[in-house]
Protein backbone atom coordinates (compact mmCIF):
# COMPACT_ATOMS: atom_id res chain seq x y z
CA UNK A 1 0.00 0.00 0.00
CA UNK A 2 1.52 3.65 -0.97
CA UNK A 3 -0.39 6.92 -0.21
CA UNK A 4 1.15 9.51 -2.08
CA UNK A 5 0.93 13.20 -1.39
CA UNK A 6 2.48 15.66 -4.00
CA UNK A 7 3.51 19.34 -3.26
CA UNK A 8 5.23 22.22 -5.04
CA UNK A 9 3.04 23.19 -7.61
CA UNK A 10 2.53 27.03 -8.39
CA UNK A 11 2.59 29.89 -11.17
CA UNK A 12 5.61 31.02 -13.10
CA UNK A 13 6.33 32.49 -15.68
CA UNK A 14 7.41 31.31 -19.28
CA UNK A 15 11.20 30.22 -18.64
CA UNK A 16 10.79 29.77 -15.32
CA UNK A 17 12.00 26.87 -12.96
CA UNK A 18 9.51 24.72 -10.24
CA UNK A 19 10.64 21.68 -8.41
CA UNK A 20 7.61 18.93 -7.50
CA UNK A 21 7.95 16.40 -4.60
CA UNK A 22 5.79 14.10 -4.00
CA UNK A 23 6.08 12.08 -0.65
CA UNK A 24 5.25 8.55 -0.65
CA UNK A 25 4.32 6.43 2.47
CA UNK A 26 4.14 2.49 2.39
CA UNK A 27 7.09 0.04 2.57
CA UNK A 28 6.61 -1.00 -0.96
CA UNK A 29 8.00 2.23 -1.98
CA UNK A 30 11.64 1.50 -2.47
CA UNK A 31 10.30 -0.91 -5.03
CA UNK A 32 8.09 1.23 -7.03
CA UNK A 33 8.50 2.56 -10.03
CA UNK A 34 7.75 6.70 -9.86
CA UNK A 35 6.58 8.34 -12.63
CA UNK A 36 5.32 11.96 -13.39
CA UNK A 37 2.03 12.33 -15.96
CA UNK A 38 0.13 15.57 -16.50
CA UNK A 39 -2.92 16.35 -17.81
CA UNK A 40 -4.96 19.72 -19.37
CA UNK A 41 -8.57 20.63 -19.28
CA UNK A 42 -9.74 18.84 -22.06
CA UNK A 43 -6.66 16.51 -22.56
CA UNK A 44 -5.98 13.06 -21.92
CA UNK A 45 -3.24 11.97 -18.99
CA UNK A 46 0.15 12.39 -20.69
CA UNK A 47 3.17 10.37 -19.94
CA UNK A 48 6.26 13.30 -18.45
CA UNK A 49 8.90 11.34 -16.68
CA UNK A 50 9.61 8.07 -14.94
CA UNK A 51 12.58 6.51 -12.61
CA UNK A 52 13.08 2.81 -11.12
CA UNK A 53 12.93 1.30 -8.23
CA UNK A 54 17.01 1.90 -8.10
CA UNK A 55 16.58 5.35 -9.12
CA UNK A 56 19.51 3.96 -11.95
CA UNK A 57 16.98 4.17 -14.51
CA UNK A 58 14.73 7.38 -16.11
CA UNK A 59 12.73 8.39 -18.68
CA UNK A 60 11.60 11.16 -20.34
CA UNK A 61 8.57 12.26 -23.00
CA UNK A 62 10.49 13.90 -25.65
CA UNK A 63 8.75 17.07 -25.37
CA UNK A 64 10.55 17.79 -21.63
CA UNK A 65 13.71 16.08 -22.30
CA UNK A 66 16.36 18.23 -21.31
CA UNK A 67 14.18 20.66 -19.30
CA UNK A 68 12.93 18.53 -16.87
CA UNK A 69 14.92 16.11 -14.21
CA UNK A 70 13.23 13.45 -12.33
CA UNK A 71 15.02 12.31 -8.86
CA UNK A 72 14.25 10.21 -5.52
CA UNK A 73 15.25 10.29 -2.26
CA UNK A 74 15.00 6.25 -0.64
CA UNK A 75 15.65 8.12 3.03
CA UNK A 76 13.18 10.49 2.49
CA UNK A 77 10.78 8.16 0.58
CA UNK A 78 10.16 10.69 -1.91
CA UNK A 79 10.31 11.45 -5.50
CA UNK A 80 11.27 14.80 -7.39
CA UNK A 81 10.82 16.66 -9.99
CA UNK A 82 12.76 19.49 -11.79
CA UNK A 83 10.94 21.60 -14.19
CA UNK A 84 13.55 23.96 -15.96
CA UNK A 85 12.63 26.33 -18.99
CA UNK A 86 9.33 26.09 -18.60
CA UNK A 87 7.25 26.81 -21.54
CA UNK A 88 3.27 27.73 -21.51
CA UNK A 89 2.49 24.25 -23.08
CA UNK A 90 3.80 22.50 -19.70
CA UNK A 91 0.89 24.12 -18.32
CA UNK A 92 -1.33 21.03 -16.29
CA UNK A 93 -2.40 19.63 -13.05
CA UNK A 94 0.80 16.88 -12.41
CA UNK A 95 0.23 13.80 -11.30
CA UNK A 96 2.42 11.27 -9.09
CA UNK A 97 2.08 7.36 -9.84
CA UNK A 98 3.61 4.64 -8.34
CA UNK A 99 3.85 0.56 -9.48
CA UNK A 100 4.46 -1.34 -7.15
CA UNK A 101 3.68 -4.34 -9.30
CA UNK A 102 6.18 -4.21 -11.63
CA UNK A 103 4.57 -3.58 -14.47
CA UNK A 104 5.42 -0.19 -16.00
CA UNK A 105 8.55 -1.16 -16.73
CA UNK A 106 7.82 -3.33 -19.64
CA UNK A 107 6.43 -0.35 -21.68
CA UNK A 108 9.20 1.89 -20.57
CA UNK A 109 7.17 3.38 -17.95
CA UNK A 110 4.81 5.51 -20.34
CA UNK A 111 1.70 4.24 -20.00
CA UNK A 112 -0.59 5.42 -16.75
CA UNK A 113 -2.81 2.71 -16.80
CA UNK A 114 0.39 0.35 -14.88
CA UNK A 115 1.01 2.53 -12.30
CA UNK A 116 -1.36 1.17 -9.32
CA UNK A 117 -0.91 4.93 -6.94
CA UNK A 118 -1.99 8.34 -7.43
CA UNK A 119 -1.43 11.42 -5.88
CA UNK A 120 -3.84 14.02 -5.56
CA UNK A 121 -2.21 16.35 -8.10
CA UNK A 122 -0.74 19.76 -8.11
CA UNK A 123 -1.50 22.33 -11.00
CA UNK A 124 1.57 23.88 -12.52
CA UNK A 125 0.63 26.96 -14.37
CA UNK A 126 3.30 28.53 -17.13
CA UNK A 127 2.29 32.23 -18.11
CA UNK A 128 3.50 33.43 -21.81
Known amino acids: QVQLVESGGGLVQAGGSLRLSCAAS????????MGWFRQAPGKEREFVTA????????SYADSVKGRFTISRDSAKNTVYLQMNSLKPEDTAVYYC?????????????????????WGQGTQVTVSS
Open 97 to 117: AADSLGRAVVTGYKRWDQYNY
Open 26 to 33: GRTFSRSA
Open 51 to 58: ISPGGGIT
